[in-house]
């Protein structure tokens, strides 16, 4: 039998407006958004290396040159910091430019998820890739990727990741048909269906913002008819894919059950920046010292 490909690419989806945080994405990609002191887009780019996925292509659109430029040498402002014998903050700025090989290609149309991943099809080619949202920062300490990856390479065909979420909350999200399989935080997922009403779900596993994809995805959403939204829906490509493996399946889902900070709401964005801040060692004594006493003071006086 011959070995699978190693999976070695890494697909970041960043063309989105992020009209959630208006106005400060005005002029500033929602990716560039810091978390505590790393933009969000960093984050996602560490998992991915974490995985080990060192190729990554960024996938962009207008106004999103900073993305570019982050991950880029910035030659002035480390002369600056070499000439002022700051070497901790000359490795932070080094950190981002050294981590992956990076490429960027632009979706010229915002035609929705599915559109975005197929503009990957030149540079992926026909070896198995990964594709990582960037509202999702998974927990380094959850190795969620590198379990997919695993699964992938076990089973073939594409893995999803997936999330158990009240049943109300099941509206937001794609939701995932499941059959159990003999390994507990796996399974077969025999349909697919984008932010169903609550009556409808098939379940309350939902889809987050990770997936190991089969190349033969990018042949499904090259036919994939415009869906929800009137964008071209990665979700029904891989309902196809489910429904029918000669085109390239079958598909598992790797369920989730570790840390995960979502960006993509502002709410649960301040609340992503309050946990990791709380963990770190170098804010994290004196910064939850100082939130106790608000929160206390708050109670007390509401």
Same mark, same amino acid.
Not at 29 to 36: A, D
Not at 60 to 85: C, I, M, V, W
Not at 139 to 168: F, K, N, T
Not at 237 to 244: G, I, N, P, V
């Given at each position: 039998?011959?070995?699978?490909?190693? %999976?070695?690419?890494?697909?970041? /989806?960043?063309?989105?407006?992020?009209? *959630?945080?208006?106005?400060?994405?005005?002029?500033?990609?929602?990716?560039?958004?810091?978390?505590?002191?790393?933009?969000?887009?960093?984050?996602?780019?560490?998992?991915?290396?974490?995985?080990?996925?060192?190729?990554?292509?960024? $996938?962009?659109?207008?106004?999103?040159? /900073?993305l570019e430029d982050h991950f880029d040498r910035n030659y002035e402002l480390e002369s600056a910091l070499q000439k002022k014998g700051d070497a901790s903050r000359l490795a932070k700025v080094q950190e981002s430019s050294d981590l992956a090989t990076m490429h960027y290609v632009?979706?010229?149309?915002?035609?929705?998820?599915?559109?975005?991943?197929?503009?990957?099809?030149?540079?992926?080619?026909?070896?198995?890739?990964?594709?990582?949202?960037?509202?999702?920062?998974?927990?380094?300490?959850?190795?969620?990727?590198?379990?997919?990856?695993?699964?992938?390479?076990?089973?073939?065909?594409?893995? $999803?990741?997936?999330?158990?979420?009240?049943?109300?909350?099941?509206?937001?999200?794609?939701?995932?048909?499941?059959?159990?399989?003999?390994?507990?935080?796996?399974?077969?997922?025999?349909?697919?269906?984008?932010?169903?009403? /609550?009556?409808?779900?098939?379940?309350?596993?939902?889809?987050?913002? *990770?997936?190991?994809?089969? /190349?033969? %995805?990018?042949g499904v959403l090259r036919e994939t008819e415009p869906g929800r939204g009137g964008e071209i829906q990665l979700t029904d490509a891989l309902q196809q894919l489910a429904t029918d493996e000669k085109l390239g399946g079958p598909v598992h889902g790797v369920v989730f059950r570790?840390?995960?900070?979502?960006?993509?709401?502002?709410?649960?964005?301040?609340?992503? %920046?309050?946990?990791?801040?709380?963990? *770190?060692?170098?804010?994290?004594?004196?910064?939850?010292?100082?939130? *106790?006493?608000?929160?206390?003071?708050?109670?007390?006086?509401?």
């Amino acid at each position: 039998m011959a070995s699978r490909p190693t %999976i070695s690419k890494a697909v970041i /989806p960043a063309a989105g407006l992020g009209t *959630r945080f208006l106005p400060a994405t005005k002029a500033t990609p929602k990716e560039m958004l810091p978390v505590v002191d790393k933009p969000a887009i960093q984050y996602v780019v560490e998992e991915a290396v974490s995985a080990g996925l060192d190729d990554v292509l960024m $996938i962009t659109g207008r106004n999103k040159r /900073p993305l570019e430029d982050h991950f880029d040498r910035n030659y002035e402002l480390e002369s600056a910091l070499q000439k002022k014998g700051d070497a901790s903050r000359l490795a932070k700025v080094q950190e981002s430019s050294d981590l992956a090989t990076m490429h960027y290609v632009r979706q010229g149309d915002p035609k929705g998820l599915g559109h975005a991943v197929l503009c990957a099809a030149p540079h992926v080619g026909h070896e198995p890739f990964a594709v990582l949202l960037g509202d999702d920062l998974i927990d380094p300490r959850d190795p969620l990727l590198q379990r997919m990856i695993e699964v992938q390479e076990q089973h073939g065909g594409s893995v $999803i990741a997936l999330m158990e979420v009240a049943p109300e909350q099941i509206h937001l999200y794609g939701c995932a048909a499941v059959e159990a399989t003999a390994e507990r935080d796996v399974v077969r997922i025999s349909g697919l269906v984008e932010k169903p009403d /609550p009556a409808d779900a098939p379940s309350n596993y939902a889809i987050i913002g *990770r997936y190991v994809l089969a /190349p033969q %995805i990018f042949g499904v959403l090259r036919e994939t008819e415009p869906g929800r939204g009137g964008e071209i829906q990665l979700t029904d490509a891989l309902q196809q894919l489910a429904t029918d493996e000669k085109l390239g399946g079958p598909v598992h889902g790797v369920v989730f059950r570790g840390r995960r900070y979502d960006t993509g709401d502002r709410g649960d964005y301040l609340r992503a %920046i309050v946990r990791l801040a709380c963990e *770190r060692e170098d804010l994290g004594p004196e910064f939850r010292t100082w939130l *106790r006493g608000y929160v206390g003071q708050e109670l007390t006086e509401g």
